[in-house]
């Protein structure tokens, strides 16, 4: 590897000493203040300091906050439970660069399906380590293993160079192991600082007033304004990415997993994220990532894993992504991934379309869930053979808007029609006979049935019709082999057509969505962000699938928060903001930066004549 | 004044006394059924875990002629059906519904096969004296002094376990545990959280305050026992906690007013209002009724709610 680890930099005023200060909010277990032998001299201080907070700590905020911070580096100040190895690295290994956390040969069976099979991975002290590789590679399987919620089936976990095992989350979280998963964990009807305190050991009695002060201060530390007293359902969902980011770190994680956490997140959010996992590392944070963002992997990690079909199949090291240059890397990256070079990614026809207008909505409104108006007299027409993006920051309506053609939310005012046929709040069942596909952005939630197997699920939405059911009894071969013909023409990663849908990965559950919406032959295809979870080439695939669509003379919205793919591909563009179509653009005549400006403020003006 | 000879003021002392008095059972198995829920238990082996808390209790009480043996015998038959409720759902991830109907079911077969066993189904009374305190002059104020400050302790204890359980709920740290196991309990588990071991705790305080409430009502308060003596209460409670919000302050409000209901109730019949009884009788029951469907819409009900949970699994 031959890379230099720079040695932790000295304390940062603010961050570490801040993250330190709250590693002992909701728990006091000593290692928060456990110091090395090197830092003796530094041991009565520390339980000086220890005993003047826990006196104090309601009455002098002010003291405790600006206090010095108790220990120099995130590898002595997070240690492990007393009986637990503590993190011994002696300054002298430290200077070898020994990894913070090494996973050998790690295998992981699921039935007949070999998620890890011998899967290593190094961590440096201080590094942000990408986790990269196709739908199904085996990526979170490899991050739940160290997060104690898996059990390896074989190979071997060191931290520190010490062999540990993790029999479950709270010991990886006492080995200063933390993990904010793919999907959230975070209870939505409990209070920001009761989410942050679940699971930390103090005393019986909660004492949630004596952290929320230093709490408030964390929370503003990362950009957070919210009362630490607010429910977690009301905000939003990079709030609560930033708050299961405090969480994790408030437990004294010196190793912090996330798994896609950018998948999620509008641009500006994305931003946000990656200023707090940088300043991590300059705090000593080892940091791992996984997505499916290339241009995000290069512009925030040090290092990049990847895997393919459960294996290791690649490695890039800082030098490695130096010498060949971030094209150059990239290249090297997508070749591993897919296993050879993929098809040059396909330029696409665009065109402006003449076909009759299929979908029309005419000043239509609606309720959101929360009572608020989310969509405000908008109309649209979309043209059989057109592509219609939706451009918009997360939450200006879009989902709304899906769900109103789908027939999923009552409009309060204005018109519905399909091929000049009035639709206007004419119910799911009925738009969908209509020839209306919806293709929603919860996957999990509303778009499959978690309990039932991939081929239930395919003939979901048709299985009171032929061949799927004759009179009352249901075809269970017939329902079998259309869920095979799905599979085999959207290549959809299962054992079998008999498996519960829950265990494919977000990737395949999204083919075979998609699958299922395409072979009813609607006239009209609504998807919301299609492609959210997928790896590149899956993410392609159904950019291509969209767009022959749509050239075989069917209607596409698509809604999207990655303005990149409603550019790929949108014959018309148009821009969502606060529930309205602010402008609309033919996809020759965009201009990004109005387009960009249009997202965040509804509005055109340049910002600079405003000045 | 007067009713049909019968003092006003002793009639409504006696529509409040009677009204606490069968709160009380409710409210207890209530308390402990709201941690079941809030940790994902819908436990509808509540009516079984109280019936045998009736017949335990009372056998014990008969034989010792000790209220405080007969509560601990009561509890403990409690506890063990919940165990066995834990070990079924929790452990094995039997469904929830079904376990509980069988241990509703087990528990009246049993306690009725025991019963003509060991009493030949003869209805004997036990003899004990639970311990009555009289609140000076608190217990002299007109109609509700002798309702509220002249009763046996246990009434008293019930009612003080209502701000207990609600500070254990809302401002402990098992408290939180449950409530974050009962809505989410993968994330529970991702932060720490012993998820089986909180479910086990929290069933387990369930039978014993179920086994605690039967025990009342067959040694403290009628001190007989007659098979199938809980006709449905357990349920009630149930249905009383979802109408409570799993709030315990709400859930004694929500008993104390089906108490009353109920109450009020008998004492028509005794003042002779022209009404038949079963339909008198009916009161309480269409109250609960309605208050569930009024309430139904509102209330969200713990999410992961009679959902098993296992590590690993999606
Ligand atoms: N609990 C489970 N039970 C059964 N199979 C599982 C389970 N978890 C994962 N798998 C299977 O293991 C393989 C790897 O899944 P994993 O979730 O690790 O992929 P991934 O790389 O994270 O994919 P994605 O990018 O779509 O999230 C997949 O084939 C998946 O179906
Ligand atoms: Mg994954």
Redesign the interface.
């Known amino acids: 590897m031959g890379h230099e680890i720079a040695s932790p930099p000295a304390p940062l005023p603010v961050g570490r000493g801040e993250i330190e200060r709250l590693t002992c909010l909701g728990d006091s277990r000593p290692h928060c203040h456990s110091e090395r032998s090197e830092e003796s001299l530094r041991g009565d201080e520390v339980t000086g300091m220890r005993e003047r907070k826990e006196k104090h700590v309601s009455t002098n905020l002010g003291e405790v906050l600006h206090c010095e911070p108790l220990v120099s580096t995130w590898g002595t100040s997070v240690g492990t439970t007393d009986d637990m190895t503590d993190g011994t690295a002696t300054t002298q290994e430290r200077a070898m660069v020994q990894p913070i956390v090494s996973m050998r040969e790690i295998d992981k069976r699921f039935g007949p399906v070999r998620a890890n099979d011998k899967v290593s991975l190094t961590l440096y002290p201080g590094e942000i380590h990408a986790v990269l590789g196709e739908n199904g590679a085996g990526k979170t399987t490899l991050m739940n293993i160290l997060s104690g919620m898996y059990q390896p089936d074989g190979g071997t976990i060191e931290l520190d160079g010490k062999p540990i095992t993790i029999g479950s989350p709270s010991e990886a979280l006492a080995h200063g192991i933390g993990t904010v998963y793919q999907h959230f964990t975070l209870v939505p009807n409990l209070s920001v600082i009761e989410n942050v305190v679940l699971g930390t050991k103090t005393g019986f009695v909660l004492n949630l007033s004596k952290g929320e002060q230093r709490l408030k201060e964390v929370l503003t530390e990362f950009e957070l304004n919210t009362d630490p007293n607010v429910e977690v359902r009301h905000l939003s969902i990079g709030q609560r990415q930033r708050v299961e980011i405090i969480k994790v770190l408030m437990r004294g994680t010196r190793v912090l997993l996330l798994d896609e956490p950018t998948s999620v997140l509008t641009p500006t959010e994305v931003e946000g994220l990656f200023r707090i996992l940088r300043r991590l590392r300059e705090e000593g944070v080892s940091v791992v990532i996984i997505t499916h963002k290339l241009e995000e992997a290069l512009d925030v990690s040090d290092r990049v894993t990847i895997l393919r079909g459960g294996k290791n199949v690649g490695e890039l090291g800082p030098d490695d992504i130096a010498s060949a240059g971030r094209a150059g890397a990239r290249q090297r990256i997508v070749e591993t991934m897919f296993g050879g070079m993929p098809a040059a990614a396909e330029t696409f026809q665009q065109h402006v379309a003449t076909g009759k207008t299929l979908l029309e909505l005419s000043g239509v409104s609606a309720i959101g869930d929360r009572g608020e108006i989310a969509i405000r007299e908008l109309s649209i027409q979309l043209r059989a053979g057109e592509i219609y993006g939706i451009a918009g920051v997360d939450g200006n309506g879009q989902k709304e808007l899906g769900e109103i053609i789908a027939g999923q939310r009552k409009t309060t005012t204005g018109r519905l029609a399909l091929d000049g046929t009035d639709y206007t709040n004419a119910g799911v069942a009925t738009l969908s006979r209509a020839g209306v596909g919806y293709i929603t952005d919860d996957r999990l939630g509303e778009g499959v049935v978690p309990g039932m197997s991939v081929a239930q699920n395919a003939a979901l939405k048709t299985i009171n019709r032929s061949p799927f059911s004759k009179g009352f009894w249901l075809d269970r071969k017939a329902i079998e082999a259309n869920a095979n013909t799905l599979i085999e023409q959207f290549s959809v990663r299962t054992p079998s057509a008999q498996t519960k849908i829950t265990l494919l990965s977000g990737g395949n559950i999204q083919k075979l969505m998609l699958a299922r919406e395409l072979a009813m032959d609607p006239r009209v295809i609504v998807c919301n962000k299609p492609t959210y979870g997928l790896d590149l080439k899956t993410a392609q695939f159904v950019l291509q699938t969209l767009r022959q669509e749509a050239d075989s003379g069917k209607a596409v919205l698509l809604i999207s928060s990655e303005l990149d793919e409603i550019l790929e591909i949108s014959d018309r563009i148009g821009v969502i903001y606060n529930g309205e179509i602010v402008e609309t653009f033919e996809r020759a005549q965009v201009d990004i930066e109005t387009v960009g400006r249009l997202m965040l403020s509804g509005r055109a003006a340049v910002a600079g004549s405003a000045a | 004044m007067t009713i049909n000879g019968i003092d006003l003021f002793d009639f409504l002392t006696a529509i409040l006394a009677t009204g606490l008095l069968r709160a009380v059972p409710l409210v207890l198995a209530s308390l402990g059924d709201v941690f079941a829920q809030k940790a994902g238990l819908l436990n509808l082996g509540i009516e079984g875990m109280m019936l045998a808390g009736c017949f335990f209790g009372f056998y014990a009480a008969y034989h010792t002629e000790s209220v405080p043996l007969g509560l601990l015998a009561g509890m403990a038959a409690g506890l063990a059906l919940a165990l066995l409720f834990a070990v079924l759902t929790v452990h094995l991830r039997v469904d929830q519904v079904l376990v509980g109907l069988a241990i509703t079911i087990f528990a009246a077969g049993l306690t009725g096969y025991l019963f003509r066993d060991l009493f030949g189904g003869q209805n004997v009374s036990a003899s004990v004296r639970p311990m009555t305190i009289r609140i000076p002059l608190l217990a002299d104020i007109p109609i509700i002094g002798k309702a509220l400050f002249d009763r046996q302790l246990l009434f008293y204890i019930a009612w003080l376990l209502v701000p207990i359980f609600a500070f254990v709920l809302n401002?402990?740290?098992?408290?939180?545990?449950v409530?974050?196991v009962g809505?989410?309990p993968?994330?529970?588990?991702?932060?720490?959280?012993?998820v089986i071991q909180v479910r086990y705790l929290a069933m387990s305080l369930a039978g014993i305050m179920a086994g605690f409430a039967g025990a009342f009502l067959a040694v403290a308060d009628l001190k007989i026992f007659t098979i199938g003596m809980t006709v449905g209460q357990g349920f009630i409670a149930l249905a009383i906690t979802m109408i409570g919000g799993w709030s315990p302050w709400k859930i004694a409000f929500a008993a104390i007013l089906f108490g009353m209901l109920n109450a009020l109730g008998d004492s028509l019949q005794i003042i002779g209002v022209n009404v038949r009884t079963e339909f008198i009788g009916m009161f309480p029951y269409i109250g609960i009724m309605i208050a569930m469907i009024v309430l139904a819409r509102r209330t969200?009900v713990p999410a992961a709610l009679a959902v098993p949970y296992a590590?690993?699994q999606?």
């Open positions: 401002r402990t740290r098992f408290g939180l545990n409530r974050a809505e989410n993968f994330a529970a588990d991702a932060a720490g959280v012993n969200s590590r690993g999606r």
